[in-house]
């Protein structure tokens, strides 16, 4: 677990500071982030150089978070971690991670782009479930698994498979009304 430390700053800005993994918390009060209780406020997170993973729940329903920072250590993102972030309207996955988690994104129900680097393999069950918004999204060629309902919901009308997708887990694109084509 890391050595890690966090400064709120009144501007709305989150510092995380540290060296190795964060800490996965979860929803139970006694294992909530420590900043959990500023996750109304938090507009801006900038996590610093040291930090390797973002821990599961780390920003659960951080409903004024907009931006985020991500050094280039970050090799792990958890699940659930921004899931519930509702002010988000564009999300970019940072350059070594492999996997997205599951419920990572889900319900950020502004989300209209991802941005996924080419390196990510698999997409997580319900990592994009309910971004009833999402249109903009384009799955880099390394992705070989999605899983179920990874997509669900979602705003997009076209989604291009890359070619080396082997799995594809059930209702991963399910209640998408506006897809025309696949």
């Not at 329903?61 to 958890?78: C, D, M, R, Y």
């Not at 002010?87 to 940072?94: D, G, L, N, V």
């Not at 082997?166 to 025309?180: D, E, L």
Request: proline letters at 4%; one cysteine or more.
């Amino acid at each position: 677990s890391a050595s890690s430390r966090y400064m709120y700053l009144a501007t709305g800005l989150l510092k995380i500071t540290g060296t190795g993994e964060m800490t996965n918390y979860a929803l139970s009060s006694s294992q909530k982030a420590p900043w959990d209780s500023y996750k109304d406020s938090v507009k801006s997170v900038n996590i610093e150089d040291g930090v390797t993973t973002v821990g599961s729940y780390a920003f659960y329903q951080h409903t004024a978070l907009t931006n985020i920072e991500f050094p280039k250590s970050i090799v792990s993102i958890g699940a659930y971690a921004f899931c519930g972030c509702t002010a988000f309207t564009s999300f970019t996955i940072p350059d070594g991670i492999t996997t997205i988690s599951e419920y990572m994104l889900a319900t950020c129900s502004n989300l209209t782009t991802v941005i996924i680097p080419e390196g990510v393999t698999t997409i997580g069950s319900n990592a994009f479930a309910n971004c009833s918004k999402l249109e903009n999204i384009n799955l880099p060629n390394s992705i070989t698994s999605i899983g179920s309902y990874a997509f669900y919901n979602i705003g997009a009308t076209t989604i291009v498979l890359p070619p080396n997708v082997t799995s594809i887990w059930n209702r991963a694109f399910a209640s998408c009304s506006k897809i025309k084509s696949i």
